[in-house]
């Protein structure tokens, strides 16, 4: 499975961005996908995730509200539509594929990753 991201760039504070992930070579509309980032000299952390059909999704507090994770599995497609944005969003951004049905938590149920895409917000 190849997952390439897209839709990053530089906005300002208050801007918006919506993400795409478009997964190639297999379906993953029987797997849970997620969202991760990490900005320069911080650990890779959890953004949202979703399980295989799109309906229970969960978020890191830090995004609640303001982020949306979606998927389109005709497609084949993952997205994030973020909304408020704030300077602490800046990071590169990835997405996932879960081993398991349901989208979690920890980067280590994720199989498949993306190169990452960078968003920038300046103040």
């Known amino acids: 499975v190849q997952l390439q991201a897209s839709g990053g760039g530089l906005v300002q504070a208050g801007g918006s961005l919506r993400l795409s992930c478009a997964a190639s070579r297999r379906t993953l509309s029987n797997n849970g996908l997620g969202w991760f980032r990490q900005a320069p000299g911080k650990e890779r952390e959890f953004v949202a995730a979703?399980?295989?059909?799109?309906?229970?999704?969960i978020y890191a507090e830090s995004v609640k509200g303001r982020f949306t994770i979606s998927r389109d599995n005709t497609k084949n497609t993952l997205y994030l539509q973020m909304n408020s944005l704030k300077p602490e969003d800046t990071a590169v951004y990835y997405c996932?594929?879960?081993?398991?049905?349901?989208?979690?938590?920890?980067?280590?149920?994720?199989?498949?990753w993306g190169h990452g895409t960078q968003v920038t917000v300046s103040s």
């Open positions: 979703l399980n295989w059909k799109g309906i229970n999704t």
């Open positions: 996932a594929a879960s081993r398991y049905a349901v989208g979690g938590t920890p980067g280590r149920d994720y199989n498949y």
